[in-house]
């Protein structure tokens, strides 16, 4: 028998590097820098899609979108997010809601989480105040502190459609 409810969690961290847009959340940051990655490299999202994936003890984003494959260079990451929310959808759960962290030195994040909540609601089809989004500091601590990179934190809360 399935369980009525299930977690997810997700965890993601990219290397800051120039001549890159900073993608956060969907949402273009601007910045000095910007994340490396194959795809936008959109460390919130690919948490938050790693987490969903995650609920239904499914592989990460890696498998489903490996970054040796051409024809995902450069894809908006609201794309590997729809994918992982169909994938638990089409289990026969909803999600209930999200939670994430960032951690990053630079840029300010504060600003901009409106932005992200309404774009990764719109995604995920669910209302913008089950979107949680905290931001913080590495107080200056390790490669993050020293703002070599950006990393997240997800976690999520999905339902069986059933129990509702």
Request: proline share 7%.
């Amino acid at each position: 028998m399935l369980p009525p409810f299930r977690i997810g969690h997700g965890f993601d961290i990219h290397r800051l590097v120039e001549g890159r847009a900073c993608v956060l959340g969907g949402v273009t940051i601007p910045h000095s820098h910007g994340l490396d990655g194959h795809s936008d490299a959109d460390c919130l999202t690919h948490a938050l899609a790693d987490a969903l994936l995650g609920s239904m003890a499914l592989p990460d984003i890696g498998h489903a979108f490996p970054p040796s494959e051409p024809k995902w260079k450069g894809m908006d990451s609201q794309e590997i997010l729809r994918h992982a929310a169909h994938e638990v959808r089409s289990r026969g759960y909803d999600i209930a809601n999200v939670d994430i962290s960032i951690i990053a030195e630079a840029p300010k994040i504060a600003p901009h989480i409106s932005a992200m909540r309404t774009v990764l609601s719109n995604t995920l089809s669910i209302p913008p105040d089950c979107v949680g989004i905290k931001a913080t500091t590495n107080e200056k601590l390790g490669a993050i502190g020293n703002r070599e990179g950006i990393c997240a934190h997800a976690v999520c809360l999905v339902y069986r459609d059933d129990t509702v």
